[in-house]
């Protein structure tokens, strides 16, 4: 099956992540980013986001750790990753407990120098406990086009 706009809209199951400190860290040190408000209480405290925060990019380990995905009528193998974005609305900060849920979010064609391309646009929204929108991960998704035969 090839991409169609009625992938869009599709939805995985909500789950929730809870954000240690300990998450955190781990994240840190694992890309080698020894910024101390990823690490170090009291110096988070001390800076206009009064505690720590996760990297910019934390929310990768959130999704990766859920294995709550979409379930698509496409064959994965031809899936390619493509682009990884993230939008915020404020830090992640430990303690955070985020509802966490992804959708399909657009589908598109472009053309490459080998013919048209497909790209498939996942967005995760992880809400905090009041339900407000901390950040989106959004992956676009290149859908590789059916390997010919050559006899």
């Known amino acids: ?78 899936m390619l990753h493509g682009e990884q974005e993230f939008i915020y609305h404020r830090p992640i900060r430990a303690g955070d407990r985020l509802s966490c849920q992804m959708k399909v979010t657009d589908v598109y064609e472009k053309e490459g120098k080998n013919g048209p391309m497909q790209f498939l646009v996942m967005d995760t929204e992880m809400k905090d406990e009041e339900g407000e929108l901390v950040v989106i991960s959004r992956t676009n998704i290149i859908y590789r086009a059916v390997a010919s035969s050559k006899v």
Do not use: C, W
């Not at 996760?54 to 031809?78: C, K, M, N, T």
């Open 1 to 78: 099956m090839d991409l169609d706009q009625s992938l869009i809209g599709l939805t995985g199951p909500q789950y929730v992540f809870e954000v240690e400190k300990r998450h955190i860290r781990q994240f840190a040190e694992a890309i080698g980013d020894s910024n101390p408000l990823y690490v170090d209480e009291e110096y988070a405290k001390s800076t206009i986001y009064g505690g720590i925060i996760a990297p910019p990019s934390f929310p990768v380990a959130i999704g990766a750790d859920s294995g709550q995905g979409v379930e698509l009528p496409l064959d994965y193998s031809r």
